[in-house]
């Protein structure tokens, strides 16, 4: 049963290269925990070891490519499940039961045995090994060190933990982890002072009373330390030009100790809405929100402005792998082009006086960070690139000349930051 709702989980992924959150909250409602991890797994999984498991299956099927989509999936479920050691009987079997009609059956039965025989003798290229698009791969290669590039295909293959930001209008980081610790696996961050990594759920954390009264908001460390890079002061007046779903946003007010104001944007309305519960949740009242885009918006001018750019989010694989399935190159020229325009706004919504903007993204694309950077240090003579110490959070990172891309490890995804001044 669990084999048949991912597989057409799977399908919905094939037509719309994503999967929305409420298919899989149709699927709580009627499995057991146990059965919801194994049917989460089994989705993304399969996702996140695409290009391996088509890299093995095209060794095995001539013609892969000509294969029918209903029994493709079926054979990327089930290759997937002998290539992350399930039990091969299991594996098989439950799977040949998803096919419709004998004929589908014995193939995808005689193909998945032909791979448990075989997988073993069939040697890999990196990028296959880590199951990264051979597109991103030689891309990689090109603009960043190796020891970079290995560090993201590591993450990319790799499941980031969850993590929560803690609120601390309410209540103090220690005092968080002593609560949450009497009822799950929970640890330190070990890059945001704000951050506790809860290990292994049981269940989903959202709805426990520590959410529910605002205790904590859930979010990864890397993205926690962005608002922590712009640190504004009590009083001072900032702007959010992509706020929602409200992340950054609140932790903006976090550190200004819910004292000044903070004009929260963006284009969608109810994704919009998410930042005014979040913040009602947390118990914050100084964020106004405006529908509107960034590009457009020039109503006052703002002492600091967070810019954190819609973008191809490739950082963000080990949290969505669909998104390397969903983006290709050119994509990183069509949002280069919004963030110029996000840019140029913001620096025109600013106080010029020592007006502060932090530019970040959840991508590595030159395109989308390190050119857009060049071209307002050419476009604006009173421009300047800060020095950001990412040493003080630990974070290891590669500078190129204008801001950061931090090197992820077992929290932290790839993520880009630059702090620009303006004279």
Same mark, same amino acid.
């Given at each position: 049963?669990?084999?048949?709702?991912?597989?057409?989980?799977?399908?919905?992924?094939?037509?719309?290269?994503?999967?929305?959150?409420?298919?899989?909250?149709?699927?709580?409602?009627?499995?057991?925990?146990?059965?919801?991890?194994?049917?989460?797994?089994?989705?993304?999984?399969?996702?996140?070891?695409?290009?391996?498991?088509?890299?093995?299956?095209?060794?095995?099927?001539?013609?892969?490519?000509?294969?029918?989509?209903?029994?493709?999936?079926?054979?990327?479920?089930?290759?997937?499940?002998?290539?992350?050691?399930?039990?091969?009987?299991?594996?098989?079997?439950?799977?040949?039961?998803?096919?419709?009609?004998?004929?589908?059956?014995?193939?995808?039965?005689?193909?998945?045995?032909?791979?448990?025989?075989?997988?073993?003798?069939?040697?890999?290229?990196?990028?296959?090994?880590?199951?990264?698009?051979?597109?991103?791969?030689?891309?990689?290669?090109?603009?960043?060190?190796?020891?970079?590039?290995?560090?993201?295909?590591?993450?990319?293959?790799?499941?980031?933990?969850?993590?929560?930001?803690?609120?601390?209008?309410?209540?103090?980081?220690?005092?968080?982890?002593?609560?949450?610790?009497?009822?799950?696996?929970?640890?330190?961050?070990?890059?945001?002072?704000?951050?506790?990594?809860?290990?292994?759920?049981?269940?989903?954390?959202?709805?426990?009373?520590?959410?529910?009264?605002? *205790?904590?908001? $859930?979010?990864?460390? &890397?993205?926690? =330390?962005?608002? @922590?890079?712009?640190?504004? !002061?009590?009083? %001072?007046? /900032?702007?959010?030009?992509?706020?929602?779903?409200?992340?950054?946003?609140?932790? *903006?007010?976090? $550190?200004?100790?819910? &004292?000044?104001? =903070?004009?929260? @944007?963006?284009?969608?309305? !109810?994704?919009? %809405?998410? /930042?005014?519960?979040?913040?009602?949740?947390?118990?914050?009242?100084?964020?106004?929100?405006?529908? $509107?885009?960034?590009?457009?918006?020039?109503?006052?001018?703002?002492?600091?402005?967070?810019?954190?750019?819609?973008?191809?989010?490739?950082?963000?694989?080990?949290?969505?792998?669909?998104?390397?399935?969903?983006?290709?190159?050119?994509?990183?020229?069509?949002?280069?082009?919004?963030?110029?325009?996000?840019?140029?706004?913001?620096?025109?919504?600013?106080?010029?006086?020592?007006?502060?903007?932090?530019?970040?993204?959840?991508?590595?694309?030159?395109?989308?960070?390190?050119?857009?950077?060049?071209?307002?240090?050419?476009?604006?003579?009173?421009?300047?690139?800060?020095?950001?110490?990412?040493?003080?959070?630990?974070?290891?990172?590669?500078?190129?000349?204008?801001?950061?891309?931090?090197?992820?490890?077992?929290?932290?995804?790839?993520?880009?930051?630059?702090?620009?001044?303006?004279?």
């Amino acid at each position: 049963m669990v084999r048949k709702d991912a597989y057409l989980l799977l399908r919905e992924f094939d037509k719309k290269h994503y999967i929305p959150q409420k298919s899989f909250e149709y699927f709580n409602e009627i499995y057991s925990n146990q059965d919801m991890a194994l049917l989460k797994n089994l989705v993304w999984g399969t996702i996140r070891n695409l290009v391996k498991i088509d890299f093995y299956l095209k060794k095995l099927i001539k013609n892969y490519k000509n294969t029918p989509p209903a029994s493709k999936w079926i054979l990327r479920l089930g290759a997937y499940q002998i290539l992350n050691d399930f039990k091969p009987y299991v594996a098989v079997n439950e799977t040949v039961k998803v096919a419709k009609n004998r004929k589908v059956r014995g193939f995808v039965n005689a193909t998945l045995k032909n791979l448990l025989m075989k997988k073993d003798e069939i040697n890999l290229p990196e990028w296959i090994e880590y199951s990264i698009p051979k597109w991103l791969y030689d891309y990689m290669i090109e603009v960043f060190p190796e020891d970079y590039v290995k560090d993201f295909m590591k993450k990319s293959y790799s499941i980031n933990p969850l993590t929560l930001r803690t609120n601390t209008l309410k209540i103090t980081r220690e005092e968080l982890f002593e609560k949450l610790n009497d009822d799950y696996d929970v640890e330190l961050s070990s890059h945001s002072p704000l951050g506790i990594i809860v290990k292994n759920p049981k269940s989903p954390i959202e709805v426990s009373e520590f959410y529910k009264s605002g *205790l904590f908001y $859930i979010q990864h460390e &890397s993205s926690q =330390i962005i608002p @922590l890079i712009l640190n504004p !002061d009590p009083g %001072e007046k /900032v702007l959010d030009m992509c706020s929602a779903p409200g992340g950054k946003t609140t932790e *903006l007010a976090q $550190i200004m100790k819910n &004292s000044g104001e =903070i004009m929260a @944007l963006d284009i969608d309305i !109810d994704r919009l %809405e998410l /930042v005014k519960n979040n913040a009602k949740r947390l118990g914050i009242n100084i964020i106004q929100t405006k529908l $509107i885009s960034g590009i457009e918006y020039n109503d006052e001018k703002y002492d600091k402005i967070l810019i954190d750019a819609p973008c191809t989010s490739l950082g963000t694989s080990s949290i969505h792998p669909e998104v390397l399935h969903r983006v290709s190159k050119k994509d990183f020229n069509t949002y280069s082009d919004i963030q110029k325009q996000l840019l140029d706004n913001a620096i025109n919504n600013l106080i010029k006086e020592n007006g502060t903007i932090v530019y970040s993204t959840c991508t590595i694309s030159r395109e989308e960070n390190t050119l857009n950077m060049k071209h307002i240090s050419e476009k604006y003579s009173n421009v300047e690139f800060e020095e950001i110490d990412l040493g003080k959070f630990g974070i290891k990172s590669y500078f190129d000349g204008f801001g950061y891309y931090f090197y992820p490890d077992e929290t932290l995804i790839p993520f880009y930051v630059a702090k620009i001044k303006i004279n």
